[in-house]
């Protein structure tokens, strides 16, 4: 059997978010509904590594995870730990005009945590979010809507970072 769950986090892996999206896709009752789905990247997450250790990039990723976990609404929506510093959401049957509020929401609230060395030194945190939003369809497809929502998060990237960006069709 196949771990669904990201060892450090506690949250889904990214096993568990697409098996997670993909049975909420191929569910008819969910015909009518449309999704968004985030892709979330830590700012310079290399660069904390390098300068505070991988035990403090560890707890960063931590705490990123319950902050996720604490704005996105329990048992409606996939968080998951995508890989690396990357994180995915998938905010099931909401209408576009309520993904960018959601979004800008987790990063504001991201810049709020406080992760601090053994020395007292503040590590700031901050993060970039691409996000796709998508009526659901026949032709509704796991690996395009992850691609589209990577799009937009790497405009933010080049765009300045710590920015909340949506997909361009």
Same mark, same amino acid.
């Given at each position: 059997m196949q771990a669904y769950q990201d060892?450090?986090?506690? @949250? %889904?892996?990214?096993?568990?978010?697409i098996g997670s999206?993909?049975?909420? !896709?191929? %569910?008819?009752?969910?015909a009518n509904n449309a999704i968004a789905l985030l892709m979330i990247d830590i700012d310079k997450f290399k660069q904390i590594n390098d300068t505070h250790g991988h035990?403090?990039? *560890?707890?960063?990723? @931590? &705490?990123?995870a319950d902050c996720i976990s604490k704005v996105v609404r *329990?048992? !409606? *929506? @996939? &968080?998951?730990?995508?890989?690396?510093?990357?994180f995915l959401i998938v905010l099931t049957d909401i209408k576009r005009e309520h993904v960018a509020p959601i979004a800008e929401k987790i990063r504001a609230s991201v810049e709020q945590i406080e992760v601090v060395t053994e020395e007292g030194k503040p590590v700031?945190?901050? &993060?970039?979010?691409?996000?796709?939003?998508?009526? !659901?369809?026949?032709?509704?497809?796991?690996e395009a809507l992850i691609k589209s929502a990577d799009q937009a998060l790497y405009v933010g990237k080049n765009n300045g970072r710590n920015q909340v960006v949506e997909s361009q069709p």
């Open positions: 060892g450090l986090t506690g @949250i %889904n892996n990214r096993r568990g978010a999206l993909e049975s909420y !896709l191929q %569910n008819e009752s969910n035990l403090i990039g *560890d707890k960063c990723l @931590i &705490v990123l *329990d048992k !409606l *929506d @996939i &968080v998951a730990r995508y890989g690396g510093e990357e700031p945190l901050k &993060v970039i979010i691409g996000w796709q939003h998508e009526p !659901l369809s026949a032709s509704t497809n796991t």
